[in-house]
């Protein structure tokens, strides 16, 4: 567990539950959800002694569940938000997760880099001074805000123009906020994997294996598409509820309640980025499907035409073949010394015809790609 006192400009970091908040500050104390259901007594008293209030037990089980899509709740004393983070899985875990043990996991084939996308949720419960975060095991989002966090409190950060967070609502749009930027880091590797199976698609004479791949990629594409969505009808709500907070009394707290309003949108907007780049990808991977098989709807065609052709070429030949072969005693030619060469010049002729007829209307070309 790490435990923030953010009080101004002043950063401190300790491992003890507090028991009081600062006069000007407020507390941050990120758990990861092992910690938060074996210290969960702890932390409730924790809070009873900085709010006055602990969480509500329904709460509590949306904390510890895994498996809870995005949304947001609250009630008059603090906010719950349930945020399905879409966080890169490369650098906390190193190696490509396993679906059997990972239930958040994309999907189990496909691209490999939709298997290092992570939608564990992580829980946000946000009184007036305290924020209390549960994160996934070794959660590089809080690792990764933490240490901005403390590199934009110290001197070296400070002429860089770097704002710490004013407020724990401010705190918790910042932390989702980098949930979701996580994801659009990927766009353009997952952009150009996609973009390799339609080249492998549409390129003529080659045949495409990697059906398996591209189905797992278009069915996890859809997954995280509704994962999105969840996550911006949370991010709304919170919006809606930020409407209903009381009037500011102070020109500084109206500010600072406009840079909220300001940062949420903002969030919203990026969750609507994600949205619109995830059906994107779709459209363009079942484009792609679509233009496969008319490609290969084509060269059949091209094929049948090609043989059809040569059908005809032959036709009339099998037709003076099956004449001169009658069973009859008086048939022209059939006596002659030189019948046999006319009716081969012949028949060449016919032939000779035929395919120039045929090439002039292009039936024996190849079809322009």
């Known amino acids: 567990m790490r435990i923030f006192t953010i009080q101004g400009s002043n950063i401190s970091e300790t491992d003890t539950l507090p028991t009081q908040v600062p006069d000007k500050g407020y507390v941050w104390m990120a758990c990861a959800r092992s910690e938060f259901e074996q210290q969960q007594g702890l932390i409730q008293a924790s809070l009873l002694a900085l709010t006055g209030i602990q969480l509500v037990d329904l709460h509590i089980s949306d904390l510890l569940n895994a498996q809870l899509p995005s949304h947001y709740d609250y009630t008059s004393q603090y906010d719950l938000l349930v945020f399905r983070r879409l966080a890169t899985r490369g650098s906390e875990a190193g190696a490509r997760p396993d679906a059997s043990t990972n239930p958040n996991s994309l999907l189990r084939g496909g691209p490999p880099v939709l298997h290092r996308i992570d939608t564990s949720p992580v829980g946000f419960a946000l009184f007036d001074q305290v924020l209390l975060t549960v994160h996934p095991a070794d959660c590089s989002v809080r690792e990764a805000f933490a240490a ?16 710490l967070p004013a407020s724990p609502a401010d705190l918790m749009l910042r932390v989702v906020n980098q949930m979701v930027d996580g994801y659009l880091e990927l766009r353009r590797e997952l952009t150009r994997q996609l973009d390799h199976w339609q080249s ?17 990629a278009r069915l996890a594409l ?19 509820a930020l409407e ?53 709807s084509n060269r059949t065609n091209d094929i049948m035409r090609t043989l059809t052709a040569l059908t005809a070429v032959f036709l009339p030949l099998n037709l003076i073949a099956g004449i001169f072969g009658m069973n009859f005693e008086f048939i022209p030619l059939i006596h002659r010394q030189s019948g046999f060469w006319w009716a081969m010049g ?22 322009q790609r």
């Open 200 to 216: 492998a698609l549409l390129k003529p004479g080659t045949r495409f294996n990697n059906w398996n791949a591209l189905l797992q």
């Open 148 to 163: 901005r966090l403390l590199n934009a409190a110290s001197a070296e950060a400070r002429p860089n123009g770097a704002r």
């Open 244 to 296: 209903t907070w009381p009037d500011a009394q102070t020109l500084a707290e109206q500010r600072e309640r406009d840079l909220l309003k300001v940062r949420s949108r903002d969030v919203l907007e990026h969750i609507e980025r994600v949205v619109h780049h995830v059906r994107r990808l779709e459209q363009s991977a079942e484009t792609a499907v679509q233009m496969h098989f008319s490609a290969q």
């Open 346 to 367: 012949s028949m060449g002729l016919i032939a000779l015809a035929l395919i120039l007829v045929f090439w002039r209307k292009q039936y024996l070309a190849r079809t």
């Open 222 to 240: 859809h997954h995280l598409d509704e994962i999105c969505e969840d996550q911006r009808a949370a991010v709304q709500d919170w919006i809606d």
